[in-house]
């Protein structure tokens, strides 16, 4: 079992910055990927930003350019910089972990979620 905490989320005005970041319990298993996804009202989660245990990062279109994953792999952390946020931007944050147990089973885990608001 992998548990993720996640903090940074809040309100800010259209144009703003925020920074997320989400830490996860030591594990003896190998961790392939760290990524956040979010869900609006009414709509389905979806990935805004990945980045593999090597490094390559993938983002959402509606991301790109403004958005920045990082990773502390020595510290199980990953942040999310946003930039130049939308009031579309507005949803509930999800980190999430895939991990690789010492079967080779991979398993997704989820943060509870953090609440990002943009106002215009």
């Known amino acids: 079992q992998v548990q993720l905490v996640e903090s940074g989320g809040g309100l800010v005005q259209t144009g703003g910055s925020l920074s997320l970041s989400c830490t996860a319990s030591?594990?003896?298993?190998?961790?392939?990927?760290m990524a956040w996804y979010r869900q609006a009202p009414g709509k389905q989660r979806e990935l805004v930003a990945l980045?593999?245990?090597?490094?390559?990062?993938t983002y959402a279109d509606p991301v790109k350019g403004r958005f920045a994953i990082s990773a502390d792999n020595a510290r199980n952390t990953v942040v999310l910089q946003m930039n130049n946020l939308k009031p579309e931007d507005t949803a509930v944050y999800y980190c999430?972990?895939?991990?690789?147990?010492?079967?080779?089973?991979?398993?997704?885990?989820w943060g509870q979620g953090t609440q990002v608001t943009i106002s215009s």
């Open positions: 999430n972990t895939n991990i690789r147990d010492v079967l080779g089973l991979n398993y997704d885990f």
């Open positions: 030591k594990t003896i298993h190998t961790i392939n990927s």
């Open positions: 980045i593999t245990s090597g490094g390559r990062t």
